[in-house]
């Protein structure tokens, strides 16, 4: 198999996994519960949607490891491959009715991503990259922005959720940058933001404190585009800025 098989098979994954989501969606009666604190919820969608896809990748892939978020790692020491996976990466939102939320599923092969998909049930919108073979839309190809004029950018950030007791929190550089843009959104999946970012629909993108299941298929999606990732701290797990090289060169100076 080639990566891009592999791409494909992620890509009907998520397609089972989020028409599963969406008997869920807006549902009266959906259950949740909290994780680490009250910011921080689960719900039962997030579960079906990984059982999907754990089962899917098992089934196929039986020797493969497996990285998920809400049932950790099962791995294999005699495995290259890696799956990476977010069943549900914007469960605020999706609990809330909101329709931004997607699946994540990368690849990693001896610790690089190679195949990663992106696909926002809701939206009907399924993106999809390979190392090598580019990002895609839809099945249409898809580029980072080239925007470098910082007062007509549109970026996209997040708020960690240690944010009240932490103070790496985020607020200074929101206010810091909103001044100085056009705009700027808080989406509320990571997954999408960098997909976004990938599609030329944010310019710049940040967040800090991420964890790999969130970003791993949308930094491949981003740099497939045509674009960059920067790791923009050593002590706070995934911190990342994305853009094209034009637009960073242009941002990069806000963020501390
Ligand atoms: C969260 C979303 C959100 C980001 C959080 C993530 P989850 O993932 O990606 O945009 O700001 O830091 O944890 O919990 O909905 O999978
Ligand atoms: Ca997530
Ligand atoms: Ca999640």
């Known amino acids: 198999m080639n990566y891009h098989d592999y791409m494909t098979a992620a890509v009907q994954w998520a397609e089972s996994a989020g028409m599963e989501t969406l008997k ?54 005699d495995s290259d491959w890696l799956w990476v996976i977010d069943p549900l990466d914007g469960t605020t939102n999706f609990k809330q009715g909101l329709p931004v939320y997607s699946i994540s599923i990368a690849l990693q092969y001896r610790g690089e991503t190679v195949a990663g998909v992106v696909y926002a049930p809701y939206l009907g919108e399924m993106f999809s990259a390979y190392k090598g073979g580019g990002a895609y839309l839809n099945n249409h190809p898809i580029h980072c922005g080239r925007n470098g004029r910082l007062s007509t950018m549109v970026t996209a ?76 701290r050593t002590d706070r797990n995934h911190s990342v800025m994305a853009g094209s090289r034009e637009s960073l060169d242009a941002f990069r100076h806000l963020i501390e």
């Open 157 to 232: 950030t997040g708020m960690p959720y240690d944010r009240a007791v932490h103070p790496d929190n985020n607020l200074g550089n929101i206010a810091r940058v909103s001044t100085q843009v056009r705009g700027i959104r808080r989406m509320g999946s990571a997954a999408i933001d960098l997909a976004y970012t990938a599609a030329g629909y944010f310019d710049a993108y940040w967040e800090l404190n991420l964890n790999l299941w969130d970003v791993a298929a949308g930094i491949l999606l981003v740099t497939e585009a045509g674009g960059i990732v920067e790791s923009i």
């Open 24 to 77: 869920y969606f807006r549902s009266s009666n959906l259950r949740s519960v909290t994780k680490q604190n009250d910011f921080d919820v689960l719900t039962e969608a997030d579960k079906a949607s990984e059982r999907i896809i754990i089962e899917s990748i098992r089934s196929t892939f039986p020797d493969h490891s497996i990285l998920s978020e809400e049932s950790g790692e099962s791995s294999n020491p």
